[in-house]
């Protein structure tokens, strides 16, 4: 009886081998190794105890000698899950939210040493994620559940607003709280929320709205009855933003101010739905803005209607345009028109309107819409 363990869960592995003398060999893989050795293996026999029954014990024959152990690196855990100590996690809200701890790190900051727009939506989608991993309900997916997987089911965001009052800095420890609740029938809405940890301010909201699509066709699902029966449970009814009535984007055509071309996707910004990250989408739209203006304000609010995804063959074109009472940037003179305009004083933010589209041989596909609202840096 051979024992092996690994940092993630340790188990036994018995192998029984019979009294054939045809001389075959027995291939059998695990963690990460391949061993060959000659075994009689058509009487072997493997009885695999895992120390930890939580977490999902896939360990699958593949050729009935080699044994899969993606399930086992990735931890996933079969049942709900109350504390997260690898990633500093925990359920809150009566059991149906989720509390996570984050450091601030170097790679996460700009110049100025705060954290990037940039950084701030990645860490709402891995939240998003590890929320759904402590749920149990996580699948081979990309946050998909069970139920998603069955129905070939993948999740698309429509919609998301976030509201930043401050950036965090390096090395500040940052508390994330995000939540789901329903949105109509067929969609699902979910929350953020970051505050500091020494002070408890609140520094940013956001809230978004999610779709399934289907992975094999790339088109819009309602969503199953087995899926809703599997987070309807999770729904919280409250907001970060309150939302009365959504605003309306226009949509942006060629007179816009701003206009970069020949943008395209590279293989590091597909995620696993094999896509384009909603987060790349953010960066081609502040690529467009003058450089003056960014070093002078900061964002304070952004909103993205998603249209359409983005694939890595596709040329994107990014549109711009300043609102009426547009802030001159020429010859660096931005704060001083902003005091001139009174803009510190009855704070009014300054904003842009913005498109993403394809560029077609025949006809231009809108990809994402996009509003965003500025304010001085201080």
Known sequence: MATFSCPVVSFALKCCYGSSSNGNHGDYRLNGSAST???KHHALVNEIALTSPTYLPNIQLLGNR??????????????????????????????????????????????????????????????ALNHVWMSGLLSNGFGATHGMVRNNLIWVVSRMHVQVDHYPIWGEVIELDTWVGASGKNGMRRDWIIRSQA???????????????????????KMPDEVRGEISPWFIEKQAIKEEVPEKIV????????????????????????HVNNVKYVNWMLETIPDKYLECNQLSSI????????????????????????????????????????????????????????????????????????????
């Open 37 to 39: 050795r000659p075994v």
């Open 66 to 127: 080699h044994i899969s152990e993606e399930k086992i690196r990735q931890r996933i855990p079969m049942k709900k899950q109350l504390v997260d100590p690898y990633r500093q996690g925990l359920i809150v809200e009566r059991g149906v939210g989720y509390r996570q701890t984050v450091v601030v790190r170097s790679y996460e900051v700009g110049a100025d040493k705060t954290a990037s727009l940039e950084s701030l939506l990645n860490l709402f989608q891995e939240t």
């Open 199 to 221: 002070t408890g301010i609140t520094y940013a909201r956001a809230t978004s709205t999610w779709v399934m699509m289907n992975r094999q066709t790339r088109r819009l699902s």
């Open 251 to 274: 949509k942006l055509d060629d007179k816009a101010k701003y206009v970069k071309s020949d943008l395209k996707p590279k293989r590091s910004d597909l995620d696993m739905n094999h």
């Open 303 to 378: 909103i993205l209607e998603y249209r359409r995804e983005c694939g890595s063959s596709d040329l994107v074109q990014s549109l711009c345009q300043p609102d009426e009472h547009e802030i001159s940037v020429a010859n660096g003179a931005v704060q001083q028109n902003l005091l001139q305009n009174n803009v510190m004083g009855n704070g009014r933010l300054h904003g842009y309107t913005h498109l993403l589209r394809t560029k077609g041989e025949t006809k231009n596909e809108e990809m994402v819409r996009g509003r965003t609202r500025w304010k001085p840096k201080i």
